[in-house]
């Protein structure tokens, strides 16, 4: 005789899909944030003063507006999660998205009154 298999039921979350939505969007926004400082860093400090890498250098630019765009994405985004879930995500990766959101965000603002 044949054992009938029984269908696993997925386990619910407890969190609403507009909560994980957020979160996610919340994450990608953090790495992004990071990937776009990181390579504005990488590509500034490759470029230096030298006039004949000038496109170098805006492309550092361009990296550095992308990275604080989506760093204030991010930290509207952390509020919206902290508001939006039933369970607060752990401390660790919110501290870690807060400093990598506000990164370019204060790098900008440096920038500005240098």
Not at 49 to 70: I, K, N
């Amino acid at each position: 005789m044949q054992k009938r298999r029984r269908k696993k039921r997925p386990l619910p979350t407890p969190e609403s899909r507009a909560a994980d939505f957020c979160t996610i969007g919340w994450l990608l926004s953090a790495l992004m944030a990071l990937f776009c400082g990181t390579l504005s860093l990488a590509a500034g400090w490759y470029a230096g003063d030298l006039r004949e890498r000038f496109g170098l250098r805006m492309f550092s630019d361009y990296l550095l507006l992308a990275a604080f765009v989506t760093g204030l994405f991010g930290l509207a985004l952390t509020a919206a999660v902290w508001k939006a879930r039933r369970v607060p995500p752990p401390p660790g990766v919110t501290i870690f998205a807060v400093v990598v959101c506000a990164a370019p965000v204060m790098a900008v603002l440096l920038r500005q009154f240098q």
